[in-house]
């Protein structure tokens, strides 16, 4: 919640941001440590690939849309 973090700078910087700074400061730190949506699609199939060489069998399923768009991933690892 961006009030949380607009409390924390006040607290701790002294400063007030307002609510819609907090909010974009959030999101491009989101955006530094994960990437763009984009960037992580690039790295599903590998990291299935990787599931498979660790352990053999998971249980997996990607859904396309009617335009073969990505839709979403479905995977199940069993712990035994």
Do not use: W
């Not at 990437?35 to 352990?55: D, H, I, R």
Request: overall charge positive; aromatic content about 14%.
């Amino acid at each position: 919640d961006p009030r949380t973090l607009m409390t924390m700078v006040k607290r701790k910087v002294g400063v007030e941001v307002s609510y819609s700074t907090t909010l974009r400061r959030k999101h491009r730190a989101i955006h530094d440590l994960c990437g763009t949506l984009e960037e992580a699609y690039n790295y599903v199939f590998s990291y299935l690939y990787m599931l498979e060489q660790l352990k053999p069998g998971p249980k997996k399923s990607m859904l396309l849309d009617g335009e073969k768009r990505f839709k979403y991933l479905f995977f199940f690892l069993s712990l035994h």
